[in-house]
Each structure stands twice: as structure tokens, then as C-alpha cells.
């Protein structure tokens, strides 16, 4: 089984900077592209950015320019930068992966479309 904990979640004020972590247990033999979602109340969960095992990154039009995703492959862990926050970007921010391979039971499995239980990010104005 996987888990995936994200953390750097909080208050801060318009303009300001935070910096979300993800990181992934258990007994992983690796991990494809991860990403990060949000979802703010009464709307769809929505992404926001996504990074492959090499490096190539995807971002949501609204983040482009103020968030930066990473990864530590070493360390199975994703980051998300998030500078210049807006109110409009307040939200639950989920960490996901989309394809896992780990040992269960002794034997090789992959797992897909991993998710952690969020963390919660707003922004006043």
C-alpha cells in the first residue's frame, strides 16, 4: 500500500509565498507523474500541476508563471512553489500520483491514481 502526505497548508495574506509538500511511503519500486489539485468549495476538483518522473511539467492557465512544481525522485516527493497567491486560489490542495509500482505481499503491483488527504490553503485579501 502507498500513502501519499502532503503538508506546508495555511493562512497568508494576498501576494504571499507558500510552499506545499508530498511525500509518498511504502515499499515503492517507483512512481510516475505526480501532481498537484485543488478543490474549493461548491467547485470541481480541478488540476493544477502535474510533473513526470523526467522533469516535463504541465500547469493549470490560472497558476502559470506563479507556481513552480518539482520532485525529489530519490525521495518520492513533490513540491508545489506557489508565490503571488491570489483569494482565487484558496482551496484543499491535493497530491496525486498516477501510477505506483510497489511490493504487496511479496509481489510486484502497480497502483493507480494515488491520492493524499489534502491540505488546506487560504489566501486573504
Known amino acids: 500500500q502507498v500513502q501519499l502526505m502532503e503538508s506546508g497548508g495555511g493562512l497568508v495574506q494576498a501576494g504571499g509565498s507558500l510552499r506545499l509538500s508530498c511525500a509518498a511511503s511504502?515499499?515503492?519500486?517507483?512512481?510516475?507523474?505526480m501532481g498537484w489539485y485543488r478543490q474549493a468549495p461548491g467547485k470541481q476538483r480541478e488540476l493544477v500541476a502535474t510533473?513526470?518522473?523526467?522533469?516535463?511539467?504541465n500547469y493549470a492557465d490560472s497558476v502559470k508563471g506563479r507556481f513552480t512544481i518539482s520532485r525529489d525522485n530519490a525521495k518520492n516527493t513533490v513540491f508545489l512553489q506557489m508565490n503571488s497567491l491570489k483569494p482565487e486560489d484558496t482551496a484543499v490542495y491535493y497530491c496525486n500520483a498516477d501510477e505506483v509500482g510497489a511490493y504487496s505481499g511479496g509481489l510486484g503491483k502497480t497502483l493507480f491514481d494515488s491520492w493524499g488527504q489534502g491540505t488546506q490553503v487560504t489566501v486573504s485579501s
Open positions: 510533473i513526470t518522473r523526467g522533469g516535463s511539467t
Open positions: 511504502g515499499s515503492i519500486i517507483y512512481i510516475n507523474a
